[in-house]
């Protein structure tokens, strides 16, 4: 695995910074359920934001083809509003887990006020080590959460294990589309130092899946689907932008605003599904 951007995620340290980030959010009024891009069908779809993004939810989980008898595990599951809408639309139980302890209090607080506390329960924990037995789920998403994650290998590794035979694995990733720059945009840099993310290589993604004992079920790049219109969108005046003190962030020019990505068009987004054979 060549990671593009060095520095590697701390498990711990990405646990305080979503904790932050958290709490910053339910004091401010900008609380959001879910934290990842949108999904707009067609270029000139007319869809917001929040409906875009519940859309990459929706694409997900048509691919994870569950029911009412299903169990399904949401990896680094944020404050659950995927998790929560799978439960919802499918019937499925669903077990988020996730780094940071507020996200899990926020996530379950959220679950019973939906009514879907008897199935959708959410858990501290790593899914490098994940705590729960062989076999256990017939689905496994993750949703922009692998891109926090030491080592990648590890965590595939993981889901395999914990996914019956037959089970399905469906994630995001981000990632640099080509012509690839020795050094990557300034924007992609601090976007990855900002919030403690490692780019991915799309070409290892065969072998990573390989090597998991897993099957590749398809490799699509969504980006002309998701980012630089989530960017845009998140760059209108209305939308705010980073707050420091959530980010931790003293050094203030280095501060990632959603408008530095308008135009970069090569930071990618990969959407990954997988079966246990
Ligand atoms: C960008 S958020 C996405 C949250 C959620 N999937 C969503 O779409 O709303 C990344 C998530 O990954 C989680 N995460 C990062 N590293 C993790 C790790 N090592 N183990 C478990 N969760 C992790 C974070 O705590 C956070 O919940």
Redesign the pocket.
Known sequence: MTDSVSTV?V?EA??KL?DRLTLTALDDGTFN????IGFWDTPDSEATLEEAVDRL?DVLTERLAVDESSSVL?????????GLRVARRTGARVTG????QE?VKTANRLAEEAGLADRAAFTH????KLPFADGSFDAVM????I????DRQQ?LTEAARVLRPGGRLVLTDIFERAPRKEVPHPSIQKFCRN?MVTLADADDYVGLLHRSGLRLRGLLDITEHTQQRTFQELSRPAAGGERPEALGQTNLPDLFQPSDMLGVDEFGCLLVAAVRP
Do not use: R
């Not at 359920?33 to 990842?36: E, L, Q, V």
């Not at 887990?97 to 940071?100: A, L, M, Q, T």
């Open positions: 995620p498990p990405v646990g979503y359920p879910n934290i990842h939810t949401d990896v680094g599951c944020g404050v659950g509003g995927p887990i996730s780094i940071s996200q924990g790593d899914a490098m993750a949703l922009e959460s891109i926090h994650m030491p965590v919030f």
